[in-house]
């Protein structure tokens, strides 16, 4: 089973809202991203967890908060966002981190900010 | 500092014709891999390939091949006999050794296979 699963596939959400990204992987993969692509352009490193501990941030903004409950589980907390988050939000897993690893992507959630 | 170049924006091609991405890439490492992934209308980016920089055999796997040369730094893609299934945005991306897990991605060709 190579598969990343995210929820939901789409979400919009006003200014004020707060909403949580769910992305979930049983690959017994250690280390989970989040990224994210805007329209035509490469995904964006966002953050980086190894097992289950944050390891980079991207100089994210607070308004967006990730979480890793347990090693097959990672979400993203939505609060106060703009309308320029709006964009395609792609969670990863690898096995490890390190540059040999390849990454599996799961179908992203495209959010809009209204 | 890392860069993947991908000058081909958008490639169209008629069903059955071969088509080759292009990929350059810049990086003082000695120790480095080149990955492909394949982007479909559907979002999920697609692990294809996986070339380390001490490796510079060629691959092929079935309607794909790539071919790897470090003395002009490209990593290039080719489909032979391209299919509508074949449509997507295909990325180059570069990571390196050093400790940090971040993956360079090039800009992306959207490939669009005409039927």
């Known amino acids: 089973d190579t598969e990343v699963t995210q929820t939901p596939k789409h979400l919009v959400m006003g200014m004020t809202n707060k909403k949580s990204l769910k992305c979930e992987q049983h690959?017994?993969?250690?280390?989970m991203y989040w990224y994210k692509q805007k329209a035509k352009k490469p995904p964006e490193l966002m953050f980086v967890?190894?097992?289950?501990?944050?390891?980079i941030n991207e100089s994210v903004p607070s308004r967006f908060s990730p979480e890793c409950p347990n090693s097959s589980l990672l979400n993203l907390h939505l609060h106060a966002l703009q309308p320029e988050d709006s964009a395609l939000y792609l969670c990863?897993?690898?096995?490890?981190?390190?540059?040999?690893?390849?990454?599996?992507f799961g179908p992203g959630t495209r959010l809009t900010v209204t | 500092a890392q860069k993947v170049t991908q000058a081909q924006t958008e490639i169209s091609v008629v069903e059955k014709e071969d088509v080759t991405l292009d990929c350059v890439y810049e990086?003082?490492?000695?120790?480095?891999?080149l990955f492909w992934y394949k982007q479909p209308p559907s979002g999920e980016l697609v692990f294809l390939i996986r070339r380390n920089s001490f490796d510079e055999q060629n691959e092929i796997s079935g309607r794909y091949s790539w071919n790897f040369q470090k003395s002009t730094s490209s990593f290039n893609f080719t489909i032979t006999a391209s299919q509508v299934v074949d449509s997507a945005v295909y990325f180059c991306a570069l990571s390196f050794s050093g400790g940090y897990q971040k993956v360079t991605f090039g800009t992306g060709t959207k490939l669009q296979v005409i039927p």
């Open positions: 690959m017994g993969h250690r280390a």
């Open positions: 990863a897993s690898s096995l490890l981190t390190g540059a040999f690893y390849e990454q599996y």
């Open positions: 990086t003082r490492d000695t120790t480095y891999y």
């Open positions: 967890y190894s097992y289950e501990k944050l390891s």
